[in-house]
């Protein structure tokens, strides 16, 4: 069975930094994308930043040039380094992951950004 294991998120100061961890369990390979996604009150859960098993990112307009995802394959691990944080960018942040076809998110971990 696959499961997901974030790391804490917490609260920092805006113009901060962050970093998430996602450790996958219970698969070994053949994790085809990873990515974050991030949930705010009245907002559609949306994709932060997302990463192929070859490499190729992609990243929401407002993040990009501050945050950085990055991928450990034989750790299976997927990484958000979040720089220069917003208090917009405050919301619960889910790890995804596509394995053989089928996606598990993980439980979501709270990242509050003061101003």
């Known amino acids: 069975q696959v499961q997901l294991v974030e790391s804490r998120g917490g609260l920092v100061q805006a113009g901060g930094s962050l970093r998430l961890s996602c450790t996958t369990s219970?698969?070994?390979?053949?994790?085809?994308?990873m990515a974050w996604y991030r949930q705010t009150p009245g907002i559609q859960r949306e994709s932060v930043a997302g990463i192929t098993d070859d490499g190729t990112v992609d990243y929401l307009d407002s993040v990009k040039g501050r945050f950085a995802i990055s991928r450990d394959n034989v750790k299976n691990t997927v990484y958000l380094q979040m720089n220069n944080l917003k208090p917009e960018d405050t919301g619960v942040y889910y790890c995804?992951?596509?394995?053989?076809?089928?996606?598990?998110w993980g439980h979501g971990t709270q990242v509050t950004v003061s101003s």
């Open positions: 219970g698969n070994r390979f053949d994790i085809s994308y």
């Open positions: 995804y992951i596509v394995h053989l076809g089928t996606t598990y």
